[in-house]
């Protein structure tokens, strides 16, 4: 049978072109199911206040940093949205005294406008947002080195040749409404792709490149930083690619209910528990990464029963 049309929008993939059963599955798991979905791989860990949450999110830059050499650099990627990770990160580098003068980090996103990425005087400019809020922070005995800061760009070519011979501890994200990490978003429903999305083998072997973002992308970005103001947000993005997630040792997302919904928060964990790999919701290709961690704020995992507002 054809995969059922887009109720967000006919034109793409997304999680609502999924088979229902596992759409029902999903939305009747308690936060007790959730927290029992661990296995070899794959670990769900719960926090019960935002203050431990962010703090521990805060210490895996440092505990990645911590393992870096000038022998061996070592770096993390890290996101924008969760941010509220990264003034701690600063705090915790500067009253330690870590010096991170072999450290690498990667963004995992900019935006791409007029043919180039965003520039950093661009009021949602991923690459300002890192250094206002985490790196221009750091005492400058103890900085990362401007060279170790790698944001996509246009081209893509420096950014890419930064992963190689930099271990990459961690890459660290969020999750978005369209079941993303980073912009590696579902593909519109044309071409080749016009009857099935791409299989979980081609959409693994992408490298960071400009993506066009999903509709309901574009409506979460301009809900959590613009105030709802959608033409403020561009349509195109450039974003780390599965072939750089790939190279991390360890992708760990962190869910503080704020980026995506009780639903697509249950929907990811499930298919990545289950083995379930479809690009029409992008997380869920991480089942086939070998070490995959999902950190849950437990006070905003909620419920998926009918309320009228």
């Not at 409506?219 to 105030?227: K, L």
Request: a negative charge; charged letters at 20%; aromatic letters at 10%.
């Amino acid at each position: 049978m054809p995969r059922p049309i887009s109720k967000i929008a006919p034109d793409w993939w997304d999680y609502t072109t999924l088979e229902s059963e596992i759409l029902a599955d999903a939305a009747a798991l308690t936060v007790d199911d959730i927290a029992g979905l661990s296995r070899p791989g794959f670990k769900v860990v719960m926090y019960d206040t935002l203050e431990e949450f962010y703090l521990a999110e805060a210490l895996e830059y440092i505990r990645a940093w911590q393992e870096s050499t000038e022998d061996n650099p070592v770096g993390i990627c890290g996101p924008i949205g969760p941010t509220e990770q990264l003034p701690l990160v600063a705090q915790l580098v500067n009253s330690l005294g870590i010096s991170l003068k072999s450290a690498h980090f990667w963004g995992m996103d900019e935006w791409f406008l007029d043919g180039r990425e965003a520039p950093e005087s661009h009021p949602l400019s991923f690459a300002r947002a890192d250094k206002e809020l985490c790196f221009n922070r750091i005492h400058s005995e103890l900085a990362v080195p401007e060279s170790n800061l790698h944001f996509p760009a246009a081209d893509v070519t420096a950014y890419e040749s930064s992963w190689n011979g930099v271990r990459c501890a961690v890459m660290q994200g969020g999750q978005g409404e369209v079941k993303h990490w980073a912009f590696n978003d579902p593909v519109r429903r044309q071409g080749a792709f016009a009857d099935a999305p791409p299989s979980p083998e081609e959409y693994r072997k992408l490298g960071t490149r400009v993506v066009e973002l999903h509709p309901l992308t574009l409506i979460q970005n301009a809900r959590t930083s613009g105030g709802g103001n959608i033409p403020l947000v561009p349509t195109h993005a450039l974003t780390v690619g599965p072939k750089q997630t790939w190279q991390a040792d360890r992708i760990s997302i962190w869910h503080p209910g704020t980026h995506d919904n009780p639903f697509g928060l249950r929907l990811t964990t499930l298919m990545i528990a289950k083995g379930v790999a479809d690009s029409a919701v992008s997380m869920s290709l991480l089942a086939d990464h070998p070490d995959v961690v999902f950190s849950f704020y437990r006070g905003a995992i909620g419920t998926c029963e009918t309320e009228m507002h």
